[in-house]
C-alpha cells in the first residue's frame, strides 16, 4: 500500500487544518491507519488511530478533544480534523498503514508510512 499525506501548512494558534491521507494499492479498506508527528530534535509521536472499518478510534491524552480522525474507505481516504491548535502541535505529521487493520497506537504495527506534511502553528 502506497499512503500520501497532504494538508499540512502554517495557521494561528486556535486556528483549524485537516490533513488527508490518501491510500493506493490492494485492499486499502483492510488497513488500519495512524497519524504520528515528529517535531525538530523529538521522537516521533503518536498522535491518532483508525481501525479499518472506522468504528475504532483511539487519540493521544494531547490532542484528544482537539482532533478528529475519519475514514472514508469508497475514496481511500484518512483525514485528520485539527482544530484549536497550539504551538506544540508543530509537526511534521506522517499517515501510516498496519496489515492488522486495528487502531493501535504503537509504532511497530505499522510498516508503511507516507512522506509527511508540515504543520506550523504560530502564536
Known amino acids: 500500500v502506497q499512503l500520501q499525506a497532504s494538508g499540512g501548512g502554517l495557521v494561528q494558534g486556535g486556528g483549524s487544518l485537516r490533513l488527508s491521507c490518501a491510500a493506493s494499492g490492494r485492499r486499502t479498506s483492510d488497513y488500519g491507519i495512524a497519524w504520528f508527528r515528529q517535531a525538530p530534535g523529538k521522537e516521533r509521536e503518536f498522535v491518532a488511530a483508525?481501525?479499518?472499518?472506522?468504528?475504532?478510534?483511539y487519540y493521544a491524552d494531547s490532542v484528544k478533544g482537539r482532533f478528529t480522525i475519519s475514514r472514508d474507505n469508497a475514496k481511500n481516504m484518512v483525514n485528520l480534523q485539527m482544530n484549536s491548535l497550539e504551538r506544540e502541535d508543530t509537526a511534521v505529521y506522517y499517515c501510516?498503514?498496519?496489515?492488522?487493520?486495528?487502531?493501535?497506537?504503537?509504532?511497530?504495527?505499522?510498516?508503511?508510512w507516507g512522506q509527511g506534511t508540515q504543520v506550523t502553528v504560530s502564536s
Open positions: 501510516a498503514a498496519s496489515i492488522s487493520g486495528l487502531s493501535s497506537s504503537d509504532r511497530r504495527e505499522y510498516h508503511y
Open positions: 483508525i481501525d479499518w472499518s472506522g468504528l475504532s478510534t
